[in-house]
């Protein structure tokens, strides 16, 4: 596997502040190569041999805006099981439902924009029900929980311009712990 040359902003670049527009079908091909290149890179970052060799850090969703291409995107590559990968292509996702209970991740949640470390809790959903459209338009509906659902809405926020940093209380970075699962 060839590491694919994907340059991923970092939290200071304005763009990713944006809101993304709707993806508008047919994808062209440079989008569908993006969407490969960035399974692939998602992969290679998830195989410590691969991740050693090109200096990655590990992660398992990945925006279009964090490449600077403001439209609503993402993919996620999921290691359910070592050296297995389930992959997610999200386009033009919305949220149908969400649950009352509410998730977060106990130590914290990254991402590949971050390059430092944060405190606090990012407060989630448990689970959800998606409905987005894949690669070729076709609509289809998702039922996402536990660390799924946190990455899908991580990645959802994304596409409206909203860091994971933004959702941490600054005056009060653990605030309302007590009323969430942590997982």
């Known amino acids: ?18 809101k993304s527009k709707e993806v508008v079908f047919p994808l062209s091909l440079e989008e569908k190569q993006l969407i490969l290149d960035m399974q692939t890179y998602l992969k290679m970052s998830q195989i410590e041999e691969s991740r050693v060799q ?8 990945l925006s279009a805006v964090q490449l600077g291409i403001l439209k609503r995107f993402f993919v996620i590559v999921d290691e359910y099981e070592e050296g297995k990968f389930q992959n997610y292509v999200v386009i033009n996702p919305k949220i149908k439902s969400m649950s009352e209970e509410m998730i977060y991740v106990g130590e914290g949640e990254g991402c590949l924009s ?3 470390d944060t405190n606090g809790i990012v407060p989630r959903y448990a689970r959800m029900t998606i409905e987005a459209q894949d690669v070729d338009g076709k609509p ?24 994971f ?12 712990a007590n009323l969430m699962r942590e997982i």
Do not use: C, W
């Not at 596997?1 to 944006?18: A, S, T």
């Not at 090109?54 to 969703?61: D, E, F, H, K, V």
């Not at 998702?142 to 409206?160: A, K, P």
């Open 1 to 18: 596997m060839k590491l694919p040359n994907l340059i991923i902003l970092d939290e200071k670049d304005k763009r990713l502040h944006q």
């Open 54 to 61: 090109y200096n990655l850090r590990a992660g398992t969703g």
């Open 165 to 176: 940093t933004d959702r941490i209380d600054s005056k009060n970075p653990f605030k309302d």
């Open 140 to 163: 289809y509906t998702i039922r996402v929980r536990e660390e799924i659902s946190i990455i899908f809405q991580h990645e959802m926020d994304h596409l409206d311009g909203i860091l």
């Open 114 to 116: 971050v390059n430092r």
